[in-house]
């Protein structure tokens, strides 16, 4: 047994991002980790995960409403809560929790505007308590290793970052069915998506963001655009009229979504499954956005939602040479003979034609050398083990980590910072200053690097 002691925790937000939190303290980390609470504002996705706690583990844990959260850290004696809500209740949530006395660790984004992440930065400040943000992604073998090499200096002093993201039409289009469409719920793409590749930038070069602009536009899904090329998108996936539609989620079609989302839609009234061509979607597919950085280095960063495979291409361009990372998420989203898309990744080989397979390659050239390939060491389970290494550091401390992956407040900020300005940049058709955006801390003060 550990000598560490057991913290106990609630898990704030029942839908799909939180079972990986649930099977680490209820598995791996469970004698340092107890999960005491579910909580949220829909009833049904308690009762879904309690029964699979039950059934899986053969225990029971409580539930109670989200707008009880403040009342049962104090009554339980709560240490930490777990947020893994939409990213607008954020900010009241983790104030509520701060200020209730429980430490707090919150997905990705940490909130979704300036005001928000004032009212969280006041909070740390009146009570002391600590913040963490899960950036997964810094955990992955692949974005360490690229950290690494420019930590040691392998291309000299960082001057300039191209940085090109493309989401499939699995993935990208599922942003345009949920909560995730309308900006005031997910500040959009540039918030909710990008926060995580602002994040690997500022972490990976050690650097804060300076200045923002931005251009770009709902260019595929939404009424407007799809009207143009002829597509009368169907209002939801779940109906016997959209199963000619690629695009749609037929929720009963999956067992789990029925029954986590579909079965539950009757508490809150939230669909799952809404149509990605529907004219309320205000949020943008494709984007562009120039970042000055601090120390001088420029970020060049494209997001694209609609591509036919998914993965992203970084090249960070130093004084003594260039590094590029590649890699291929999934390769192609290819249509079943009923119409509705797939994810080939387990079975690449079989297909027809000319297949980007699933991959991950990071070079590094010097100045007059030939260029070598950094070999990448992956773990097990996903992003290459950068999971099991986040919960590990998150339930278990953090050692030590040169590499220093476990990100805080003053992290949270400035990820979201640049997609916050990038919004105000986006509607102004103008650059932003970071340092004249109020998010409640200041940025270039309170950052581990100095400016």
């Known amino acids: 047994m550990s000598e560490q002691p057991r913290t106990r925790h609630v898990i704030v937000g029942t839908g799909n991002r939180c079972e990986m939190y649930i099977h680490a303290m209820l598995g791996e980390h469970a004698e340092v980790a107890e999960l005491v609470a579910l909580a949220d504002t829909n009833p049904g996705r308690i009762e879904y995960y309690q029964d699979v706690i039950e059934q899986t583990y053969g225990q029971r844990v409580q539930g109670f409403p989200a707008e009880q959260l403040a009342s049962y850290i104090q009554d339980q004696r709560i240490d930490r809560v777990v947020i893994t809500s939409p990213d607008y209740t954020h900010a009241d949530l983790v104030c ?220 960070v361009n130093g004084t003594e040479g260039r590094i590029e990372l590649e890699v291929v998420e999934r390769a192609a989203v290819l249509p079943t003979s009923g119409g509705s898309p797939v994810d080939p990744s387990v079975s690449e080989d079989a297909q027809d034609g000319l297949v980007r397979h699933k991959s991950e390659r990071l070079v590094l050239q010097r100045h007059w050398e030939q260029a070598r390939e950094i070999e990448i060491v992956n773990g097990e389970g996903t992003h290459g083990g950068g999971d099991k290494l986040l919960l590990a550091e998150l339930f278990r401390g953090v050692s030590h980590d040169r590499y220093q992956r476990q990100a805080g407040l003053h992290d949270g900020i400035n990820a979201i910072a640049v997609g916050v300005c990038a919004n105000q940049s986006l509607a102004g058709n ?10 409640g801390i200041d940025l270039a003060a309170q950052g581990k690097v100095a400016v």
């Open 430 to 439: 103008a650059p932003v200053a970071v340092a004249e955006v109020d998010f």
């Open 96 to 315: 509520t929790a701060l200020r209730a006395g429980a430490d707090v660790i919150v997905e990705k984004p940490l909130t979704v505007d300036a005001a928000a992440a004032k009212r969280i930065a006041a909070a740390v400040e009146d009570t002391g308590r600590e913040v963490i943000v899960t950036f997964n992604y810094r955990y992955s073998p692949r974005n360490t290793a690229l950290k690494q090499a420019i930590q040691d200096g392998a291309i000299g002093k960082v001057t300039s970052v191209d940085f090109s993201w493309v989401l499939d039409t699995v993935h990208g289009a599922d942003y345009f069915r949920r909560w995730h469409r309308l900006k005031q719920n997910s500040g959009g793409l540039l918030v909710h998506k990008s926060s995580h590749h602002f994040d690997l930038v500022n972490w990976w070069i050690e650097d804060i963001p300076q200045s923002v602009y931005a251009v770009g536009g709902l260019k595929f899904y939404g009424a407007e655009s799809s009207a143009k090329r002829g597509i009368n998108g169907t209002e939801r996936g779940t109906a016997d009229t959209a199963q000619d539609d690629p695009f749609a989620l037929d929720l009963r079609s999956d067992q789990r979504l029925a029954a986590l989302y579909l079965k539950n839609e009757h508490h809150d009234g939230y669909q799952r499954d809404q149509g990605v061509f529907q004219g309320d979607i205000d949020i943008e597919d494709n984007l562009a956005v120039l970042v000055q950085y601090a120390k001088g280095p420029v970020l060049n960063y494209s997001l694209n939602a609609h591509s036919p495979w998914e993965g992203y291409r970084v090249a």
